[in-house]
Each structure stands twice: as C-alpha cells, then as structure tokens.
C-alpha cells in the first residue's frame, strides 16, 4: 500500500486589504475559512465524513480568531461533527507547516484524507492583539537577548544593510511583483484557484496595483525608523517602507491533501506530489533570513539542485528577503514569484503558505515545470521550505 501524499485541489480567496473597509473586512474569519473548506469539498465531490483531520494555521489566535478556528470553520462549512480539526502556529509559516504536518501525517500510514488550510483577518483581529498587552517573551528570553529583539520591519532593514541592498533595488523588485500579478490577472491565471466569497463582488486580489512605479514607490517615507533605533543600529539607512513590504491582508486558502492510493479509488487525479520538507530556526533578531538555511537543507533531503527546481514561491514579507535569498541561493530571478509576490498578493498571515502553495501548482501546471519550491520566513527565526512534483 503506497503512503506518498498528493496534492489533489486547492483554492483561496482573493486577497482584500486588511483594514476597515477592505474587500473582506466584512466577513468573520470563521465564514472566510469555512467557505475554502466547502469549496474544497464540494468541487471534488468529496464526502466531508471521509476526512480525517482538517489542520489550520492562524497567527492572531485571539478574539474572532480564538477558541481553534479550525475546528469552527469546518462546523460552519457543514462538515459532519465526527472530523476533527486544530490550529496551529508557526507565525507566518503556519499553514505550510499545516500542509507539511497534514503531507507527513499521509506518509506514516495515519491519515488517508486531510485537508490543510489557513485564515487570517488582519481588519478584524489587528498584528499583535494576541499578545494582548502583555509581555510575551519572559524575564528568561530578555535576559538571553538583552539588547531586545525588533520587530520584522527592523529585521528586514537589517538585511537590506547587511546585504547592501539600495532603496531603488527594493523598490524596482516591488514594482515587479505587482506588474507581474497584475499581468498573471489579467491573463486569467488566478481565476481557477479563486474562490467567490457570498456576499462580495468579484474574485479580484484588492492589493494588486496595476500600473505600480519604482518611482512611485520612491515617495514614501520608511515605515520602521525611530530615533533610537537608529542610534542602536547605525549602519541601517532605513529603506522598508509600505511600498516594499507585503500589506496588512484579509484571506483564506485550503489544500486537499490525500494518499494516492485513496486518490485513485476515489477516482481523483492528484495534481502534484511532495518530494521533500525542511524548518529550520534562525537568528531571531536579523529574523527573516531562515529561508536561505532551509532551501538549503529541503534541497540536500529531495537530492535536488537549485537548477533542478522550476519555479519558487518565497513569500515577500519584504523585498529584502526574496533578494537576499536569492543571491545567497544563485536562483534564477525569472523564476522566483512568477505571478508576482506577497508584495502584490497579499499576505494574509495564517493562510500565506497554503496561499503559495495554491500558486505555485498551478505555476507548474501552466509552465509545464517538474519541481517547484516554496520557502516562508517566520516571526522569531524560524523557516519552512517545502518541495512538490508536478503529476498532471
């Protein structure tokens, strides 16, 4: 009996920006998650009583989004009270590793079906209200950093110093992400994996700017400086700005993952398969610089080279991260974020690495490509790659 987990489907919403009055901000993110989860279903024909366990990643796991978010999502989208469902947290990086526990869990004999998935509403449960004013590192943690740790706007300066990167560099990358998801909508190449959400008009990603400039960008002012930072770290010259970073984002993906073997007597035909896996942990402060650690390591456990890989997914939290990962990788620019990035999708934090996923098989699927590789930085250091094969 073969355990080799597959990829069968997966959808998402449209990305709507996360602030009042953005395109999703309207939606309880318990209806945003259940509607991926029906859509998943009911497209494949798939009885919601076959799944074994549904796994979530959410981020803000407070108010709207507290008391396992998955388990209430997948009530709400009808399943039968017999599947099980949890959420888990690897900041950013949750849903992949969602995908990566649900893949793992088919390749050990314990699931046949399990769907994978990932909510995030940051118009309604804001960055940061999990900690709900309270100190959330200990007197340990401080004592082991006592300098203090920053915030991810920090770290991404950070590297953009350590790397060299110029303010214009990080801005013509940021132009590029939104030119090519504005191009990879307008040929249609979204619509597939593009869930309609009742109640909102349209399929469209709210946070692509058509027509976005360098010189544009070039306006705004850099959104993490404060007088002591600069004097704490004098070698920054204070780049990231709203134009270069991944925007606040509303949105919800989902994965069906399942045994090929259950796959083939359902008479479903997978989509791609998972070749290989890797987290790594980083240095908490610089924070962001995981991915270049864990594409390494995910490479050397599938026995793959970086010039094996057709397309890359390296979410965009800022253009810092993508650019510092590929010089450090030797990637092929042309193939890194095809469709454009977060800077342009979105990144919803708790559904982004299903949100990658969704692209990056449908990448494949269009381009006629073997392997791809999608790889998350994470909040406290930390890193998940992932590398699938393309079967149909």
Not at 40 to 59: E, S
Not at 167 to 196: C, K, N, P, Q, V
Request: glycine share 12%; charged share 20%; aromatic share 4%.
């Amino acid at each position: 009996m073969s355990h080799e987990a597959v990829i069968v489907d997966v959808v998402r919403t449209p990305s709507g920006r996360g602030k009042p009055g953005g395109l999703l901000s309207g939606i309880h993110p318990v209806d945003l998650l259940a509607g991926v989860l029906e859509t998943l279903v009911a497209r494949n024909g798939l009885d919601p009583a076959t799944i074994d366990d549904v796994i979530g990643g959410c981020v803000s796991q407070i108010g709207e989004q507290s008391y396992n978010i998955t388990r209430n999502a997948a009530l709400a989208a009808g399943f039968p009270d017999s599947v099980p469902a949890t959420t888990i947290d690897r900041q950013c990086g949750s849903s992949q590793q969602a995908a990566t526990f649900a893949a793992q869990g088919v390749q050990s004999g314990a699931y046949d079906i399990v769907i994978a998935c990932g909510v995030e509403s940051m118009s309604r449960v804001p960055l940061g209200s999990s900690a709900a004013g309270a100190n959330p590192y200990g007197t340990r943690l401080r004592e082991r950093y006592p300098e203090g740790l920053v915030n991810q706007g920090v770290s991404a300066e950070l590297i953009a110093a350590r790397w060299g990167f110029s303010r214009r560099e990080l801005d013509d990358f940021a132009a590029e992400s939104h030119r090519r998801a504005a191009d990879a909508a307008s040929a249609g190449l979204f619509d597939a994996e593009t869930i309609a959400v009742p109640g909102v008009e349209g399929r469209v990603d709210e946070t692509v700017r058509p027509g976005t400039t360098a010189e544009r960008l070039a306006g705004l002012a850099p959104a993490f400086r404060t007088d002591a930072l600069a004097e704490r770290f004098p070698e920054v010259d204070w780049s990231i700005t709203p134009g270069n970073s991944s925007p606040l984002t509303d949105g919800a993906s989902a994965a069906l993952i399942m045994s090929a073997d259950r796959a083939a007597s359902l008479g479903l035909r997978p989509r791609a398969r998972f070749h290989a896996f890797a987290v790594t942990g980083s240095d908490p402060l610089l924070m962001l610089t995981g991915v270049i650690p864990a594409t390494a390591r995910v490479l050397d456990r599938g026995r793959l080279s970086i010039d094996d890989i057709d397309a890359f997914e390296v979410n965009e939290a800022f253009a810092s991260v993508p650019l510092a990962w590929a010089r450090e990788t030797g990637a092929d620019p042309a193939k890194l974020n095809p469709r454009g990035g977060a800077i342009a999708l979105g990144h919803a934090l708790g559904s982004s690495g299903t949100r990658l996923l969704t692209t990056l098989v449908a990448e494949l699927e269009a381009s006629g490509g073997r392997f791809g590789l999608q790889t998350m930085c994470e909040g406290g250091g930390m890193a998940n790659a992932t590398i699938i094969e393309r079967l149909s």
